[in-house]
């Protein structure tokens, strides 16, 4: 009793500040080593799952580089000379044990050919893997310690195969026993210094080192914006918590146009230029706005508390400065907001998805809004729409139907157009279903190629009266010079000279005129003709017109119907048929189904003026057909009596 009355006397003869003080440490110290052996055990529990994630982020990242090398082989190498030799750069890290392709045979291609040889333990994954088309990640114990391999599906020259790396089995241990023990040292460091050092600093430190772990793991090396990972989680916190207080959220998805063309044609140094200068630029937001790069040439922007008028002043202002900093190189934005039926961050996701699609369609270089599309948006591409495309551009099984095209004065034909139908085995709803899902790939130019071989094997026998119209997608032309050569070798083989051929170009193709201007003189150089196709669906019709210079104008039948209306729809019209006019082109009328719109083709006018159409395409004119020459036997409708226009002139074929 009188020890601890001693005890107590000492305790209490101490002066009111140090009691305090020495109160104050002891349960700050106590407090901190409560938090930080919590912070610890995080560290520790977390540390395995965001390894394992960085580790799947770079294996994405060999993937692309695989495909990249065997689509960059040069005409007439040997891409497999390439991947190897990328499967043997991929082996140099001393935590990768083994690098191979596996085939769905159950054959393993190595770094070099000695390295091939037969798979007997991976057939389910494999299978799995290349079924699904989504990466896997397995684990395993050998000699006491956890050994992974990460697996993912890769596509060279239309063949799926399984890219899979093994990291050596004592890689992922040593890197948690390194990072246990230096949080243990940093815990028992920070435990032994003042207590008012602990406070300023040693807290601060540790929790510094662990958010450093974690961005790591959620950031982009390049961009220093969070990653694809980091704009998951965060786009699902957003729309849970716009929802819990009723409160509006944006999403932006922003694409580098023709990123492609800026690596192949400037450099990939100049093309990782872009991509920071647009990370600077999407950084000049508003505070609150979350910024992430989500792909290799996608980045998405997080609005909260913004809704869609707010978030497209938002975004003008990022474009500004996107622009500023990009120099020629644009981009296309598609902006959604969260409305009150959309339950979850994925349908947030999909209308800004195709609100940037749309932005593409419409020529690029655009900013377009769900709501804006919401009542014509097309239905959103499905895994099976994707691994339909895939079986197509495989098996490359295609047909190819003709429709004709009339003078309407003449009553003659002039050419027919080739259209492209994928059979009906794949479930596809058309071309358009498929261009959609080969867009989704990054493999137009591959389906484009399929659609121009299927029409050509057909045109043997092609009336020599007769033009080909011969539709080209976009993309095309993103891999360089060379295209008119490529298309003129296609045609010759199949019998015909270039003379009587005509390459159809979508008005949608605006913004890609910059880039392949001098392609379009190398086809005219060749003898091709050019077509602007779908002129006045969007906003750039007249302005191509001068710029292309084509020999036809094809007229959309949205217009056509327009101006069957009267009023400003007549007067658009006009005004193409007058500009085409100038330029000495051929006006082709699309989409006549019926009567009342060939009689609007033939006889509508502006001021009193006619408007001089001279060529008409429809299933009132002739449905797309299997070819069935010669041209007598593919007859026509029965065109109404309507009588040519007075000032009629001869007409180009």
Same mark, same amino acid.
């Given at each position: 009793?009188?020890?601890?009355?001693?005890?107590r006397?000492?305790?209490?003869r101490?002066?009111?500040?140090?009691?305090?003080?020495?109160? #104050?440490?002891?349960?700050?110290?106590?407090?901190?080593?409560?938090?930080?052996?919590?912070? /610890?055990?995080?560290?520790?529990?977390?540390?395995?799952?965001?390894?394992?994630?960085?580790?799947?982020?770079?294996?994405?990242?060999?993937?692309?580089?695989?495909?990249?090398?065997?689509?960059?082989?040069?005409?007439?190498?040997d891409?497999?000379?390439?991947?190897?030799?990328?499967?043997?750069?991929?082996?140099?890290?001393?935590?990768?044990?083994?690098?191979?392709?596996?085939?769905?045979?159950?054959?393993?291609? @190595?770094?070099?050919?000695?390295?091939?040889?037969?798979?007997?333990?991976?057939?389910?994954?494999?299978?799995?893997?290349?079924?699904?088309?989504?990466?896997?990640? *397995?684990?395993?114990?050998?000699?006491?310690?956890?050994?992974?391999? /990460?697996?993912? =599906?890769?596509?060279?020259?239309?063949?799926?195969?399984?890219?899979?790396?093994?990291v050596?089995?004592?890689?992922?241990?040593?890197?948690?026993?390194?990072?246990?023990?230096?949080?243990?040292?940093?815990?028992?460091?920070?435990?032994?210094?003042?207590?008012?050092?602990? /406070?300023?600093?040693?807290?601060?430190?540790l929790?510094?080192?662990?958010?450093?772990?974690?961005?790591?793991?959620?950031?982009?090396?390049?961009?220093?914006?969070?990653?694809?990972?980091a704009? =998951?989680?965060?786009?699902?916190?957003?729309?849970?918590?716009?929802?819990?207080?009723?409160?509006?959220?944006?999403?932006v #998805?922003?694409?580098?146009?023709?990123?492609?063309?800026?690596?192949?044609?400037?450099g990939?140094?100049?093309?990782?230029?872009?991509?920071?200068?647009?990370?600077?630029?999407?950084?000049?937001?508003?505070?609150?706005?979350?910024?992430?790069?989500?792909?290799?040439? *996608?980045?998405?922007?997080?609005?909260?508390?913004?809704?869609?008028?707010?978030?497209? &002043?938002?975004?003008?202002?990022?474009?500004?400065?996107?622009?500023?900093?990009?120099?020629?190189?644009?981009?296309?934005?598609?902006?959604?907001?969260?409305?009150?039926?959309?339950?979850d961050?994925?349908?947030?996701?999909?209308?800004?998805?195709?609100?940037? %699609?749309?932005?593409?369609?419409? &020529?690029?270089?655009?900013?377009?809004? %769900?709501?804006?599309?919401?009542?014509?948006?097309?239905?959103?591409?499905?895994?099976?729409?994707?691994?339909?495309?895939?079986? !197509?551009?495989?098996?490359?099984?295609?047909?190819?139907?003709?429709?004709?095209?009339?003078?309407?004065?003449?009553?003659?034909?002039?050419?027919?157009?080739?259209?492209?139908?994928?059979?009906?085995? /794949?479930?596809?709803?058309?071309?358009?279903?498929?261009?959609? @899902?080969?867009?989704?790939?990054?493999r137009?130019?591959?389906?484009?190629?399929?659609?121009?071989?299927?029409?050509?094997?057909?045109?043997?026998?092609?009336?020599?009266?007769a033009?080909?119209? #011969?539709?080209?997608?976009?993309?095309?032309?993103?891999?360089?010079?060379?295209?008119?050569?490529?298309?003129?070798?296609?045609?010759?083989?199949?019998?015909?000279?270039?003379?009587?051929?005509?390459?159809?170009?979508?008005?949608?193709?605006?913004?890609?005129?910059d880039?392949?201007?001098?392609?379009?003189?190398?086809?005219?150089?060749?003898?091709?003709?050019?077509?602007?196709?779908?002129?006045?669906?969007?906003?750039?019709?007249?302005?191509?017109?001068?710029?292309?210079?084509?020999?036809?104008?094809?007229?959309?039948?949205?217009?056509?119907?327009?101006a069957?209306?009267?009023?400003?729809?007549?007067?658009?019209?006009?005004?193409?048929?007058? %500009?085409?006019?100038?330029? @000495?082109?051929?006006?082709?009328?699309?989409?006549?189904?019926?009567?009342?719109?060939?009689?609007?083709?033939?006889?509508?006018?502006?001021?009193?003026?006619?408007?001089?159409?001279?060529?008409?395409?429809? %299933?009132?004119?002739?449905?797309?057909?299997?070819?069935?020459?010669?041209?007598?036997?593919?007859?026509?409708?029965? !065109?109404?009596?309507?009588?040519?226009?007075?000032?009629?002139q001869?007409?180009?074929?």
């Amino acid at each position: 009793m009188s020890a601890r009355r001693g005890s107590r006397s000492w305790f209490s003869r101490l002066p009111t500040r140090w009691t305090f003080l020495l109160q #104050l440490f002891a349960t700050f110290i106590g407090t901190l080593v409560v938090v930080g052996a919590g912070l /610890y055990a995080m560290q520790a529990h977390d540390s395995r799952a965001i390894m394992i994630a960085d580790g799947a982020d770079r294996h994405q990242v060999r993937s692309e580089q695989i495909e990249a090398a065997f689509a960059s082989t040069p005409e007439g190498d040997d891409p497999w000379v390439r991947v190897r030799e990328s499967l043997a750069r991929m082996t140099a890290p001393p935590e990768v044990r083994r690098v191979r392709l596996i085939t769905d045979l159950g054959t393993a291609v @190595g770094s070099n050919p000695a390295q091939d040889e037969p798979v007997r333990d991976r057939g389910p994954v494999v299978a799995g893997v290349l079924r699904d088309g989504t990466p896997a990640f *397995e684990s395993r114990s050998s000699n006491g310690f956890e050994m992974f391999d /990460y697996l993912s =599906q890769v596509e060279l020259g239309g063949v799926a195969f399984v890219l899979e790396v093994e990291v050596a089995p004592d890689v992922l241990s040593r890197q948690l026993a390194a990072l246990r023990l230096a949080s243990a040292r940093a815990l028992a460091l920070t435990a032994v210094l003042s207590p008012p050092l602990l /406070y300023f600093l040693g807290g601060r430190s540790l929790a510094g080192r662990f958010n450093a772990a974690q961005d790591r793991a959620t950031l982009d090396s390049l961009t220093r914006l969070r990653n694809h990972r980091a704009f =998951q989680e965060a786009l699902r916190a957003g729309v849970a918590r716009a929802r819990r207080f009723g409160e509006p959220l944006a999403l932006v #998805l922003v694409d580098v146009d023709d990123f492609k063309f800026v690596n192949d044609n400037r450099g990939h140094q100049k093309g990782d230029e872009v991509l920071v200068s647009l990370a600077a630029a999407l950084r000049t937001g508003r505070e609150q706005d979350l910024a992430f790069r989500i792909g290799g040439d *996608e980045f998405a922007v997080i609005l909260p508390r913004t809704g869609r008028r707010e978030a497209l &002043g938002a975004i003008e202002r990022m474009r500004h400065a996107a622009v500023q900093r990009m120099g020629r190189t644009t981009i296309s934005v598609g902006v959604a907001e969260l409305g009150p039926t959309d339950a979850d961050a994925h349908a947030l996701r999909e209308q800004a998805d195709l609100a940037l %699609y749309e932005a593409k369609r419409r &020529g690029r270089n655009q900013v377009v809004a %769900y709501d804006q599309i919401a009542d014509s948006a097309p239905a959103r591409t499905s895994a099976a729409t994707i691994a339909a495309v895939r079986q !197509l551009l495989t098996t490359r099984r295609m047909g190819a139907a003709f429709q004709a095209i009339w003078n309407l004065d003449t009553h003659k034909i002039i050419g027919f157009e080739g259209l492209a139908r994928p059979a009906a085995e /794949y479930g596809l709803d058309g071309p358009q279903d498929a261009f959609s @899902g080969a867009a989704r790939l990054g493999r137009v130019d591959e389906l484009d190629a399929l659609c121009r071989a299927a029409v050509l094997a057909r045109v043997a026998d092609f009336p020599a009266e007769a033009l080909l119209f #011969l539709n080209i997608a976009p993309e095309v032309f993103d891999h360089g010079g060379g295209v008119g050569e490529r298309l003129r070798r296609e045609v010759e083989a199949a019998g015909l000279p270039p003379a009587r051929v005509v390459i159809e170009l979508t008005e949608h193709a605006s913004e890609r005129m910059d880039l392949v201007i001098d392609q379009l003189q190398e086809l005219r150089d060749l003898g091709f003709h050019l077509a602007l196709d779908d002129v006045g669906a969007g906003d750039t019709g007249l302005g191509l017109l001068g710029r292309v210079r084509p020999a036809f104008v094809k007229v959309d039948r949205s217009v056509v119907c327009s101006a069957g209306e009267g009023g400003s729809g007549r007067a658009v019209l006009a005004a193409i048929v007058a %500009y085409a006019a100038e330029s @000495g082109a051929m006006v082709i009328a699309e989409g006549i189904e019926t009567e009342a719109l060939l009689q609007v083709v033939r006889s509508s006018g502006t001021g009193g003026r006619p408007v001089r159409i001279v060529g008409g395409q429809g %299933y009132l004119l002739g449905r797309p057909a299997v070819a069935s020459w010669p041209v007598a036997e593919l007859t026509p409708w029965p !065109l109404p009596d309507v009588q040519p226009l007075p000032d009629a002139q001869p007409t180009r074929a």
